[in-house]
């Protein structure tokens, strides 16, 4: 046992007397949290080509839970042989993604018609897609860094612009409506609904008939009173035209 040392006023010495073994405060060393990796091109196009196969499935698109809707794009996402040999991802990680994806491409979306509904004659899709990451960034205070993703997702439906482009043609955008699993998304109609507009067609047939017999009987009341109206003039002062659709008419009453 090693003698304790006492210093000039007497009192025990303790980093003396321990300083040549270890102080074991019985606590392990912390992990460090692993690095988040983050997502390249190759992996968002996809990750979006999932989404979009998976949202338009007509058999289980409508029917599917949040969980198996993810559940089905992770495998999606990992089963690609665009990512042979990449980590795979799990289901809340393309979720996280997704979510990202989705709400900076729609913002997109707005300022490139914005871009559109500025372009000048003469100015070519690149002027019209520098504009669109000016209005971007000056709305937004940070640069647009998904324009990949805005490119595979801009014929879709959803993000489609309304606009007008130089060259006449319009593109229509329609209004997201709420998805399984959380976001935004334009479905295919399943089942369900297909069978609920048949309903609603069978439903109104009755008052379209009647509406259309109502068209016709005007129609048909119209053409006897020009008819009279013609067979009242003499024949000697009818022009041609008059005389053609007199006949017209008598044809058309038989």
């Known amino acids: 046992m090693e003698p304790i040392s006492l210093n000039s006023h007497g009192f025990v010495n303790l980093l003396a007397s321990q300083s040549s073994q270890p102080i074991d405060i019985g606590c392990s060393e912390v992990p460090k949290p692993a690095e988040r990796r983050k997502w390249t091109t190759k992996e968002d196009v996809v990750l979006i080509s999932a989404w979009l196969n998976t949202?338009?499935?007509?058999?289980?698109?409508?029917?599917?839970?949040?969980?198996?809707?993810?559940?089905?794009?992770?495998?999606?996402?990992?089963?690609s042989p665009l990512l042979v040999g990449s980590i795979p991802r799990e289901w809340s990680q393309c979720k996280h993604r997704w979510g990202r994806v989705n709400e900076q491409v729609c913002k997109f979306v707005g300022c490139h018609e914005a871009a559109l509904k500025k372009q000048a004659s003469g100015q070519t899709e690149n002027d019209v897609m520098k504009a669109a990451h000016d209005i971007f960034f000056n709305d937004y205070n940070a640069k647009f860094t998904?324009?990949?993703?805005?490119?595979?997702?801009r014929f879709d439906q959803k993000w489609r612009s309304h606009t007008s482009t130089r060259d006449g043609a319009k593109e229509k955008r329609k209004e997201p409506t709420k998805e399984v699993g959380g976001e935004e998304d334009v479905r295919p109609p399943g089942v369900k609904a297909s069978k609920a507009e048949?309903?609603?067609?069978?439903?109104?047939e009755p008052a379209f008939d009647q509406i259309e017999s109502i068209l016709e009987a005007k129609n048909n009341l119209s053409k006897h009173k020009l008819l009279d109206r013609l067979l009242g003039k003499n024949a000697e002062t009818l022009s041609d035209q008059e005389r053609a659709l007199k006949n017209k008419l008598i044809s058309e009453m038989l």
């Open 146 to 153: 998904l324009e990949h993703c805005w490119r595979e997702l």
């Open 55 to 79: 949202s338009k499935d007509p058999i289980v698109s409508n029917e599917q839970k949040a969980g198996s809707f993810w559940k089905r794009i992770e495998e999606c996402v990992n089963a």
């Open 198 to 204: 048949k309903r609603k067609k069978h439903f109104n």
